[in-house]
């Protein structure tokens, strides 16, 4: 069997670049979400209420279960969190 080498996990994961790409950023996504919730030190029933989502979606959340977000979700998530998401995009090459 042939080793492979990957640049990140979920190049190695996902079916096709553009599916490893959505992944990628979803993931960044959460990681602030989850740090801004954490950083607020609050119940998870408070910080559910601020971001105005129920408790097990929080849950979903602070334990990174990735596939129950899109990325509409997780943005419309960072403007309840009081977090701005700007955009950089450059060539894949």
């Known amino acids: 069997m042939e ?4 640049d990140n996990v979920w190049d190695a994961l996902e079916d096709t670049p553009e599916a490893a790409e959505s992944m990628k950023v979803r993931s960044a996504l959460m990681t602030h979400l989850q740090e801004r ?3 607020w030190g609050v119940t998870q029933a408070e910080a559910a209420r601020r971001l105005g989502v129920t408790q097990p979606r929080l849950n979903d959340l602070l334990r990174g279960r990735i596939s129950n977000f899109s990325l509409d979700a997780l943005v419309n ?11 950089h995009v450059k060539d894949a090459a």
């Open 77 to 87: 998530l960072l403007g309840k969190a009081g977090l701005r998401l700007e955009v």
């Open 37 to 39: 919730v954490q950083g």
């Open 3 to 6: 080793r492979q080498q990957f």
